[in-house]
């Protein structure tokens, strides 16, 4: 979240779309209920089912799933159309009136500089025009037919609500009702708040669907604005703490790349890298990241302490780097094949919670040893006894760690408005079970011992890594030490570090996580802070209750709620004020020595401004382009390409993809409130097993009627990839939508079920495929093609 | 302390079902067997019953408007009658008020079910089944009847289904200032819901459970401006019951059978009168 969950309370028109927030995020309904009580918000939710959010919300707009991107160009385009946008933010806070290289194309779907035998885009094309300082060249009176404004209402004009409804199914009058309402917080005075999740991500366009709503809040001047913002709602506690520590295929600590062994083999290789640094002229520009040399190198001296030196670039080569991208689709891809021997599972279930469930399955058979990390059997630890195999012919050696559960164990959770916030722990884990904390503890100082006595092929990395987390006396590690190696330290001292801000390139400092630098310091532990302070405008921002990356800075790109001079666009929800000398209220981001004159608002790229036309960073395009899911039962209307282009295609897949003429029905999968992910923590929970006891899909009553399915029905749901078993619920939420001239049906799944707890049914991921985003390969859970039929 | 009320606003129900759940912890209460859902849409059992003393009813959604259609998500338990069918119907005295809530002594119910055919809203259940390894201070005993008694037995300041509420949809207070913020936010949700209603004012002379509902309560199966239970009747059948109960020699499963046997001599009575 760009902003946090009290902050939906100050918004006047909230949009919940790709989410159900009601049900996933129950919490967050205390707020959007506020925010419609006593701010008279208006509720949009745009979903393909009417679901618990929708039973809240002042206007339902359905579409189909898979087209979220025709839906939201088609908002872009309203608003350009309509001149419905905030231009004085628009003019300064974005790259609206950047001229763009003319050698930038867009013709039937693809935009200049693709490779079509790599499927990937060369964007020296979306470049800038310059001028001779290096300086971007600019036309803020937005008419220069070169401008990001006038590409971008060329681009968009094709989306009209007339193709919108065509694509999506939704009705034209119902998608300018969204469009409409929307659009009006192009107002100053008026925010909106975009709260999204996995339904708009997993998707093969899932990072482009984000960029559209980064579009739209920037055209309407809602970012960094208390109540605006694009507000991801994570799908698992701390999965937000998860990712800022680095736990994703391309990033490390602190959403720094990963590096990668051709492009990085340097230190300085890496740091020359502008995709990493990004390199600028313009005496406007914050340019953060030109920080990132301190990040790593602070972060290498926590790793290697003494170790690591200017003479061994801060040991820069012991530092992983990869040279295959190996994401989660590719990683089981690469089990399947044979190049994994060994896996790690800690709290993760992918034989349900993984696309091709059974493909995961089997391709675990090829591993030699499986350390499973649970509460719980999962599937996952039980595949070798799964239906249609036999135990006898899997080599597959598994090992079960009983692991302790959240209650049971100290450490800080970071939620979606990234508040790391401490917990305690409750009571003891039962038995022999241990928290990760302590599992990982062990199993490093063993590698260790191994590595000294055994050598290996490179035992350095794990001999010089200083690994001290356990207080003088105490026999378990403390979750305290690891908090404060993540705050950071000034190395000789030891002195704890309260802002990145004085953090060194010289090995002078030694830092976990840039990000969290002030979460711990000389007075204390931050995180368990639990002050009930508001704000003086009683806007929710609580400074004082625990603390928030970065340096407890409530809503980030905070810089962009101030006009030029300094007073907020808002003046009865202002979050920061300029005075002309100083700053007021929330923590501004760039730090407080530069007035909104002086230097642009949004300080994570090397323009300042916020991209409304991206001229790197991703690999599908600089702007959003409708194109159908991998499997889909329609043409694309707006191009000739049915698949995003720079998506990859696994050679392995080929063979699964499913024909509408035989699947007709788009498949898609969510979650529902009493059940928790792929089920551990809550199949086995009875009093929860007794409000969803049975793995189920939801289908319209036209759709039942045509197939002879009557509600609480078995039925049968399948497709190349799989064939399950589910009950059906036959539902008026359900509708089948008329999408380009044609009625079309869908069978909505919930994927919280598998064996190998106390209620059992077939997992929904056996059906979704092994294809994902064309930037971060999310799989592509939400769209794909099925056949249903009752149970005989 | 003046009495309190419930207010369930259906306006602002997302259905989560926190309240069913921390129900069924704080009174240590088992899971039924389910199998699906057991009334419409994620409705789970499909009615309250001697273990689930509250539940979320899932009314089938009305489509009238596409735009805007209208799926009631509804919070159910005892609505605490003011003048209570149930407890002037108890033969042997079993139900009582406690701070304006109508709750049941199990050490005195002889589980003869004449609660249970009295309240026209279906709330006290008789316990068939011998779940008594369930029961702390509930004792989950056979041949007795159970129903939500507003967390006065496991005493907490807020009831545990109004505490787990994370949207306001479920609240408690006094019962005056409950009335009067059901009044407030039935003006503000007309606009949205032109139907909306209050349920709970009038009935069995005041209920001690006050639902908003964005449509007129008959939409919901629930009868407006019930009276309570002809007195007349009820004592006659505690009458036969004093003079049927003196052969049961004290024999809880022969003061069933003595119960039901006065129940329907004096029902077949009052038909033929």
Known sequence: ?792 | MSERAFLVDTTKCSGCRACQVSCKQWNNLPAENAEFFGGPEYTNPRELTAITFNHVKFFPIDRANPEKPIWTIMHKKCYHCEIPNCLNVCPEKAISKKDGWVVINQEKCIGCGACENECIYKVPHVLEKDLSEYGTEQRLMRYKSFKCHACTVNAREVPACAFACPTGALTIDVEQKVLKKADARLAQVKKDYPNASIYGKEEFEGLKVITILKDKPEKYGLPVNVKPIDMVRAEAIRDMYRVASMFSMGFPSLKRAAYRISRRIVTKDFNMS
């Not at chain 1, 949009?15 to 009580?37: D, R």
């Not at chain 1, 230190?267 to 990493?276: M, N, S």
């Open chain 1, 1 to 792: 979240m760009t902003n946090h969950w009290i902050d939906i309370k100050n918004a006047d028109v909230i949009l919940i779309m790709g989410s159900n927030a009601a049900e996933n995020h129950p919490i967050s309904f205390k707020w959007v209920i506020k925010a419609k009580e006593e701010r008279n918000a208006k509720l949009i939710v745009v979903d393909p089912r009417f679901t618990k959010s929708a039973a809240l919300a002042d206007l339902y707009a359905p579409l189909r799933p898979g087209s979220d991107m025709a839906f939201l160009n088609g908002i872009i385009n309203y608003a350009i159309q309509n001149d419905k946008i905030q231009k004085e933010y628009v003019v300064e806070y974005s790259n609206a009136s950047y001229l763009v290289n003319p050698q930038y194309a867009f013709n039937d779907g693809l935009f200049s500089g693709y490779d079509a035998g790599g499927r990937k885009y060369d964007n020296k094309t979306w470049q800038y025009q310059v001028d001779d300082k290096g300086i971007p060249r600019q036309d803020k009176t937005l008419k220069d037919p070169q401008c990001v404004y006038q590409l971008m209402k060329k681009h968009y004009e094709r989306y009209t609500p007339e193709k919108v409804e065509l694509v999506t199914g939704c009705p034209k009058e119902t998608f300018l009702k969204v469009a409409e309402i929307f659009c009006s917080t192009h107002k100053p005075n008026r925010v909106a708040t975009i709260m999204y999740a996995m339904g708009t991500t997993q998707h093969t366009v899932g990072t482009q669907n984000v960029r559209a709503y980064s579009l739209m809040q920037t055209l309407m001047g809602n970012m960094g604005l208390a109540g605006g913002g694009i507000n991801a709602l994570r799908g698992e506690s701390n999965v937000q703490g998860s990712t800022d520590a680095g736990l994703l295929f391309h990033l490390i600590p602190g959403y720094l790349p990963s590096p990668n062994a051709k492009k990085h083999a340097t230190l300085e290789a890496y740091l020359k890298d502008p995709a990493v640094i990004p390199v600028t002229n313009d005496p406007m520009s914050i340019n953060w990241k030109k920080n990132f040399n301190k990040y790593l190198i602070s972060m290498l001296k926590a790793w290697y302490g003494d170790a690591a030196t200017d003479k061994n670039e801060f040991a820069y080569q012991w530092l992983p780097k990869y040279s295959k991208a190996t994401p989660y689709i590719v990683l089981f891809d690469e089990m399947d094949k044979g190049v994994l021997k060994g896996a790690f599972y800690m709290g993760t279930n992918p034989v349900v919670g993984g696309p091709d469930a059974n493909g995961i399955a089997k391709a675990q058979e090829k591993l030699d040893w499986l350390v499973a990390v649970d509460l719980w059997e999962t599937d996952s630890s039980i595949f070798w006894k799964r239906e249609g195999v036999n135990p006898k012919q899997i080599k597959t050696e598994v090992f079960m760690l009983p692991a302790a559960s959240s209650v049971e164990k100290e450490g800080s959770v970071s939620n979606s408005g990234r508040w790391a916030q401490w917990r305690y722990k409750a009571v003891k884990a039962p038995g022999a079970a241990k928290s990760d904390l302590d599992i990982l503890d062990l199993l490093m100082k063993e590698l260790k011992a191994m590595y000294k006595k055994e050598g290996g092929k490179l035992p350095e990395p794990i001999l010089n890594v200083v690994w001290n987390y356990t207080e003088a006396g105490e026999h378990e590690p403390s979750p305290h030490l690891v908090a404060k190696e993540i705050n950071g330290y000034e190395y000789k001292s030891k002195k704890l570090m309260s802002t990145f801000m004085d953090m060194k390139e010289d090995g002078s400092t030694a830092c976990g996580d840039w990000i969290y630098c002030g979460s711990y310091t000389e007075e204390g532990n931050m995180m368990a802070r639990r002050g009930l302070k508001d704000a003086p405008n009683k806007i929710g921002t609580f400074p004082e209750w625990t603390w928030c990356w970065p340096l407890n800075r409530r809503i980030i790109y905070n810089r962009a709620a101030v006009k030029r001079d300094g007073t907020p666009w808002d003046e009865d929800r202002w979050i920061i004020k300029w005075n002309g000398s100083k700053w007021k209220g929330d923590v501004v981001d760039g730090g407080p020595a530069f007035g909104p004159d002086k230097k642009n608002p949004y300080i994570m790229n090397g323009e300042g401004v916020s991209r409304l036309f991206a001229p790197s960073g991703l690999a599908d395009g600089p702007l959003t382009e409708h194109y159908e899911p991998w499997e889909t039962p329609v043409a694309n209307l707006f191009n000739s390409q049915a698949l995003n282009p720079a998506t990859v295609k696994l050679d392995s897949i080929a063979a699964e993809l499913g024909d509408a003429g035989r699947y007709p029905y788009v498949g898609t999968s969510y979650r529902v409130v009493e059940h928790w992910q792929a089920g551990a923590m809550t199949r086995n929970l009875p009093w929860l097993n007794e409000l969803v006891p049975d793995m189920f899909c939801e289908i319209s009553p036209s759709l039942a009627a045509a197939k002879g399915i009557r509600n609480g029905d078995k039925v049968r749901i399948f497709n190349t990839r799989g064939n399950i078993r589910a009950y059906a619920l036959v539902t008026e939420r359900v509708q089948p939508l008329k999408v380009n001239g044609r009625m079309l049906e869908m069978v909505g799944m919930i994927w919280h079920f598998g064996q190998g707890c106390a209620s059992t049914g077939d997992s929904c991921n056996q059906l979704t495929p092994n294809i994902g985003d064309a930037n971060t390969m999310i799989p592509e859970y939400k769209a794909f093609l099925v056949d249903i039929k009752k149970e005989a």
